[in-house]
Nanobody, 124 residues
Framework: QVQVVESGGGLVQAGGSLRLACTAS????????MGWFRQAPGKEREGVAC????????WYAGSVSGRFTISRDNAKNTLYLQMNSLKPEDTAMYYC?????????????????WGQGTQVTVSS
């Protein structure tokens, strides 16, 4: 049984930083492309960043490029998202997801395994 669990969300002031983590079990972690998505109230889920199975390729949405960094530690089955210079418009539920392939721009339909999400709230 595959389990994907996010952590690290919280409330932060604009300009601050947060680091999200995602652990996955029940799958061969280093066989999977991993992605971060987010969904704000009343909006569609959008792709934020993804990283190939061994970390050689990374992709970022334009809205977060230069501020967010995606990384992974395959020895720990863990995915990370370092978020710096946070803005109120980054407020959303953040989800981690796994896919056999990395296709960009990210589409949620390409990811078969999802976590429950972790809330990020950025105050102005």
């Amino acid at each position: 049984q595959v389990q994907v669990v996010e952590s690290g969300g919280g409330l932060v002031q604009a300009g601050g930083s947060l680091r999200l983590a995602c652990t996955a079990s029940g799958l061969t972690f280093d066989d999977y492309c991993m992605g971060w998505f987010r969904q704000a109230p009343g909006k569609e889920r959008e792709g934020v960043a993804c990283i190939s199975s061994h970390g050689g390729t990374r992709w970022y949405a334009g809205s977060v490029s230069g501020r967010f960094t995606i990384s992974r530690d395959n020895a720990k089955n863990t995915l990370y998202l370092q978020m710096n210079s946070l803005k109120p418009e980054d407020t959303a539920m953040y989800y981690c997801a796994a896919s056999p392939t990395c296709m960009t721009p990210l589409q949620a339909s390409g990811f078969g395994y999802w976590g429950q999400g972790t809330q990020v709230t950025v105050s102005s």
